[in-house]
C-alpha cells in the first residue's frame, strides 16, 4: 500500500495483455473509471462490454462501487488494453487484501493471457493464408 497525496490509500497494479500494457491505482470512490484521463465510457466509445470486463474483478468480491480506478494504458487495440486494465484491477485487488487472492485466483483473474498474433512465415499471404493452388 501507498499514499497518495491527498492521503487516500492508493493500490496498484500492472497488467498486460497482447500488445498492451495498463498501469492500474485502485482508490477508495464511488465506481468511477478513469483511462488516460478519460471517462471510461469515453475511451472505450461507449461499449459496455469492455467496461464490464475491466469491473468484473471488483464484481466478483462485491466492491464495484467502492473504489475509483484510474489507468495509464498503451500500446495495442481497446481489447487487449481491457483485459489488461482487468489484470492490473486483480493484481491490485490482492495488494489490497491478501484474502481477495483466493476468490480471484479461481474465477481466472490473475492469469495472464498469453495469446499473442502468430508470426508470418514465408511463402504464405499470412500466419496460415497460402496462395491460391493451381493445379495447371
Not at 12 to 33: D, E, F, M, Q, Y
Not at 54 to 59: N, V
Not at 67 to 95: M, P, S, W
Request: proline share 4%; hydrophobic share 30%; net charge positive.
Amino acid at each position: 500500500m501507498s499514499t497518495d497525496t491527498q492521503d487516500r490509500a492508493v493500490y496498484w497494479g500492472t497488467g498486460r495483455r497482447k500488445a498492451s500494457i495498463a498501469r492500474v491505482r485502485l482508490i477508495p470512490g464511488s465506481g468511477n473509471v478513469t483511462v488516460n484521463g478519460r471517462t471510461g465510457e469515453d475511451y472505450f466509445n461507449r461499449i459496455a462490454g469492455y467496461l464490464a470486463v475491466l469491473k468484473s474483478p471488483l464484481e466478483t468480491l462485491g466492491l464495484e462501487s467502492e473504489y475509483d480506478i484510474f489507468v495509464n494504458a498503451h500500446g495495442g487495440g481497446l481489447t487487449g488494453q481491457a483485459d489488461a486494465v482487468k489484470l492490473g484491477v486483480a493484481r491490485a485487488l490482492c495488494e489490497l487484501d491478501p484474502d481477495n487472492r483466493q476468490p480471484l485466483k479461481t474465477e481466472g483473474y490473475l492469469t495472464r493471457d498469453p495469446r499473442c498474433k502468430e508470426r508470418k512465415k514465408y511463402g504464405l499471404h499470412k500466419a496460415r493464408k497460402a496462395p491460391q493452388f493451381s493445379k495447371r
